[in-house]
């Protein structure tokens, strides 16, 4: 038999084959692992600054938004929270004033805006919306201790109804006045709705116009008001307002909503805050 004797350098690369190939395998792992973080970090959705929900709105309106306990609070508050993680983001409030808020969110100020918003077709000429996340009425608040009679809408065409400017609730209250339903119309500045509260009280006006649930949540706080009515053939639908160059974010946070609405999570927030 023939004795042969295998070359040194043969053994080496015999050797080195295996390692080889794991070097191989570790650096294709590295590298898909690289990747993907690449791709998480990249910006999936247009935001004013990559992953941050910036949320404008005003914490003047409960249940939606309020300040309590030096914290930001409400319904609207905790449905951004959920719709941001969602999304893979993280929310940002930044307060605000209804009066200018839409314009701002015209500017593109925000990459959103809440605060009990309804959607109105002059509205939408200027800024896009989400799917209504609810429609709800505008409810009437009356003191029932100071005008027990006063039962139902009809019972209001000598009322002086307070509402705060540029509103549904303003815009609803002259077309009252326009049909003779109600007497007058006594506005207040956004920010001042707990004034009018105080003059109903105190009777210097006869009844409060706001949306529910926020006008149920304000005759709570002071003893013997009341909702005892609502505004017929006047829904509002009320939804979260964007810039019109973001369809792409409209659209992820359909989506959110959507999923909210089929899993429960929008239903627990709804109930938390006696929202419908």
Wanted: with cysteine; net charge neutral.
């Amino acid at each position: 038999m023939k004795n042969e004797h295998i070359p040194a350098i043969a053994i080496v690369v015999v050797w080195l084959a295996p390692l080889r190939l794991f070097l191989l395998a570790w650096m294709a792992i590295c590298g898909l692992v690289i990747g993907e973080s690449a791709a998480a970090a990249e910006p999936s959705l247009p935001t004013l600054h990559p992953g941050v929900l910036r949320i404008g709105t005003y914490f003047v309106n409960p249940p939606f938004e309020y300040s309590a306990g030096g914290k930001h609070v409400g319904f609207e508050v905790d449905l951004m929270r959920e719709v941001a993680d969602r999304l893979g983001l993280r929310p940002t409030f930044v307060g605000t004033r209804w009066e200018v808020i839409l314009a701002q969110m015209e500017a593109h100020r925000y990459d959103c805006i809440v605060g009990g918003i309804t959607i109105t077709p002059a509205r939408q000429t200027t800024l896009d919306y989400s799917t209504p996340y609810v429609t709800t009425t505008l409810d009437i608040i009356v003191n029932t201790v100071r005008t027990p009679e006063i039962r139902s809408l009809g019972d209001l065409k000598d009322a002086v109804v307070g509402v705060q400017a540029a509103t549904t609730d303003y815009d609803a209250a002259l077309r009252l006045q326009k049909a003779e339903q109600i007497k007058g119309v006594r506005v207040y500045p956004f920010d001042r709705i707990a004034l009018a509260i105080t003059d109903l009280a105190a009777e210097r006006i006869t009844a409060v116009m706001k949306v529910h649930p926020v006008a149920v949540w304000l005759a709570r706080q002071t003893p013997g008001l009341r909702v005892v009515a609502h505004v017929p053939d006047d829904p509002q639908p009320l939804g979260i307002g964007f810039n019109k160059q973001t369809p792409a974010l409209v659209a992820a946070v359909d989506r959110v909503l959507a999923d909210m609405k089929k899993d429960g999570a929008y239903e627990r927030l709804a109930r938390k805050w006696g929202v419908p």
